[in-house]
């Protein structure tokens, strides 16, 4: 075995079956789509395969630049070893000449092993190296170097040159049947053609890149408040079920109570109400939390996505006719049921601006032409910003430098969450502002035609 980053080179003629592995997380898969559509350009006529995990299928699943998407669910124990086995037994019986894992877990390792292609593409891992013919270096530092760019390093064997955002975005093909139902939702919800969608996305599957719901809810507020064209969208995924209800409900009484003034602004709250934590076990903290009380988010639960959901948003039911054009703003916080990945991905293309955290709705929403501010906690933007056309909208806000961050994300080591709390909805509503002020809603690139 070999990890001469150049070696294959000489085997371009011969490539004609190519096997890409990516099986989570969502980010992560729309991270590889720059370079599915780096390699279908080296390789017009190569058979592009693709295995992933049900919860990220939805981005890859109508990609024009692949011939087959391969949805594999995870089980665990023997089960979960079986099937595998077989799927190792299938991609074998297809004779790839080269695989590629863009992932480097055990699973992905395994499979990559598995599918006995003579020329396997991985990175230098620690016992299970072994299982590629070519490694690749991934320092464990967490530089400032975007994610695309890291899993690129892969596709430098096959002599792809590096990216750039405008020729390689990140994509996901629109699907019409999810367009179609989008249109039905927001028509039945009373959003006109002339209404500024603002999707406001207010959880993310990892705990320690939640904004605090209730910085949320007095960003929502005001931006309800300032225009009444102004439609506010608020969605949240299956690891925080009632996240989006919580905040919707807050930030229509934040409303009312202030009389829908156009002054409603976005307040920072009282910073022992920020650092606010619940501990797990001696002193350090795994999370932040909302206060609880009289505030009627109550409280923020821990949870992560569960593998196979690609589901976010709430249901919750309308309490008000929008026949009057919204004119009191709380009638501007609507609610409008899940979304599916692939609907999120049509509701962005009508939107007017998206806000959320570091999580996959967020490189969802890089796939449209949506003007966007990400918020960044433990994460640096340098390393996980939305990958796409710099020309387009893209702002990025996050507390500063600080010396603990980026971390782990298993332990805050200050124990206050500081990068997340130090965000203010102050700056973010700024942020946003400018994001609106500049820019259309639209899609990102011509919409990839689906396949």
């Given at each position: 075995?070999?990890?001469?980053?150049?070696?294959?080179?000489?085997?371009?003629?011969?490539?004609?079956r190519?096997?890409?592995?990516?099986?989570?997380e969502?980010?992560?898969?729309?991270?590889?789509?720059?370079?599915?559509?780096?390699?279908?350009?080296?390789f017009?006529?190569?058979?592009?395969t693709?295995?992933?995990?049900?919860?990220?299928?939805?981005?890859v699943?109508?990609?024009?630049?692949?011939?087959d998407?391969?949805?594999?669910?995870?089980?665990?124990?023997?089960r979960?070893?079986?099937?595998?086995l077989?799927?190792?037994?299938?991609?074998?019986?297809?004779?790839?000449?080269?695989?590629?894992?863009?992932h480097?877990?055990?699973?992905?390792?395994?499979?990559?092993w598995?599918?006995?292609?003579?020329?396997?593409?991985?990175?230098?891992?620690?016992?299970?190296?072994?299982?590629?013919?070519?490694r690749v270096?991934?320092?464990?530092?967490l530089?400032?170097?975007?994610?695309?760019?890291n899993?690129?390093?892969?596709?430098v064997?096959l002599?792809?040159?590096?990216?750039?955002?405008?020729?390689?975005?990140?994509e996901?093909?629109?699907?019409p049947?999810?367009?179609?139902?989008?249109?039905?939702?927001?028509?039945?919800?009373?959003?006109?053609?002339?209404?500024?969608?603002?999707?406001?996305?207010?959880?993310?599957g990892?705990?320690f890149?939640?904004?605090?719901?209730?910085?949320?809810?007095?960003?929502i507020?005001?931006?309800?408040?300032e225009?009444?064209?102004?439609?506010?969208?608020?969605?949240?995924?299956?690891?925080?079920?009632?996240?989006?209800d919580?905040?919707?409900?807050?930030?229509?009484?934040r409303?009312?109570?202030?009389?829908?003034s156009?002054?409603?602004?976005?307040?920072?709250?009282?910073?022992?109400?920020?650092?606010?934590?619940?501990?797990?076990?001696?002193s350090?903290?795994?999370?932040?939390?909302?206060?609880?009380?009289?505030?009627?988010i109550?409280?923020?639960?821990?949870?992560?996505?569960?593998?196979?959901?690609?589901?976010?948003?709430?249901?919750?039911?309308?309490?008000?006719?929008?026949?009057?054009?919204?004119s009191?703003p709380?009638?501007?916080?609507?609610?409008?049921?899940?979304?599916?990945?692939?609907?999120?991905r049509?509701?962005?293309?009508?939107?007017?601006?998206y806000?959320?955290?570091?999580?996959?709705p967020?490189?969802?929403?890089?796939?449209?032409?949506?003007?966007?501010?990400?918020?960044?906690?433990?994460?640096?933007p340098e390393?996980s910003a939305?990958w796409?056309?710099?020309?387009?909208?893209?702002?990025?806000?996050?507390?500063?430098?600080?010396?603990?961050?980026?971390c782990?994300?298993?332990?805050?080591?200050p124990?206050?969450f500081?990068c997340?709390?130090r965000?203010?909805?102050?700056?973010?509503?700024?942020?946003?502002?400018r994001?609106?002020?500049?820019?259309?809603?639209?899609?990102a690139?011509?919409?990839?035609?689906?396949?």
């Amino acid at each position: 075995m070999s990890s001469d980053p150049h070696i294959l080179t000489s085997l371009h003629p011969q490539i004609s079956r190519i096997l890409l592995v990516r099986l989570r997380e969502i980010g992560d898969v729309v991270f590889t789509t720059p370079a599915i559509r780096a390699l279908r350009h080296k390789f017009p006529d190569a058979r592009l395969t693709y295995i992933v995990e049900p919860a990220g299928a939805p981005v890859v699943a109508l990609n024009p630049h692949l011939n087959d998407v391969i949805v594999a669910p995870r089980a665990g124990g023997l089960r979960g070893a079986l099937d595998d086995l077989a799927l190792g037994r299938r991609l074998r019986a297809s004779r790839f000449d080269v695989a590629i894992d863009f992932h480097g877990g055990p699973r992905a390792s395994l499979l990559t092993w598995l599918s006995g292609a003579p020329e396997r593409i991985g990175y230098e891992i620690a016992a299970r190296g072994w299982m590629y013919t070519t490694r690749v270096t991934r320092p464990r530092a967490l530089r400032p170097r975007h994610s695309v760019e890291n899993q690129w390093d892969l596709l430098v064997p096959l002599g792809i040159a590096p990216p750039d955002r405008a020729s390689f975005p990140v994509e996901m093909a629109s699907d019409p049947d999810a367009v179609a139902a989008v249109d039905a939702r927001l028509s039945r919800a009373g959003v006109r053609a002339a209404d500024a969608l603002v999707v406001v996305h207010v959880s993310a599957g990892n705990p320690f890149r939640r904004w605090p719901l209730e910085h949320f809810v007095a960003l929502i507020a005001a931006l309800a408040a300032e225009d009444p064209a102004r439609r506010i969208i608020v969605t949240a995924g299956p690891s925080e079920g009632d996240a989006a209800d919580r905040v919707i409900a807050a930030a229509r009484v934040r409303l009312q109570q202030s009389g829908g003034s156009k002054r409603t602004r976005p307040t920072n709250g009282d910073p022992r109400d920020q650092g606010r934590l619940q501990e797990s076990g001696g002193s350090k903290r795994t999370r932040p939390t909302d206060p609880v009380g009289s505030d009627p988010i109550g409280s923020d639960p821990v949870g992560s996505d569960p593998v196979g959901s690609d589901h976010v948003g709430r249901v919750l039911p309308d309490r008000r006719s929008l026949g009057e054009g919204g004119s009191d703003p709380a009638d501007r916080i609507l609610s409008c049921g899940e979304f599916s990945l692939a609907e999120l991905r049509a509701l962005l293309d009508r939107a007017a601006l998206y806000i959320g955290g570091d999580s996959g709705p967020l490189h969802i929403a890089a796939t449209t032409r949506v003007p966007i501010v990400g918020l960044f906690g433990p994460t640096l933007p340098e390393r996980s910003a939305p990958w796409r056309d710099e020309r387009l909208a893209c702002a990025s806000v996050d507390a500063g430098p600080l010396p603990c961050r980026p971390c782990n994300q298993r332990v805050c080591e200050p124990g206050d969450f500081r990068c997340l709390t130090r965000i203010t909805p102050d700056q973010v509503a700024g942020a946003a502002q400018r994001a609106l002020a500049t820019t259309t809603a639209g899609s990102a690139i011509p919409p990839t035609p689906s396949r």
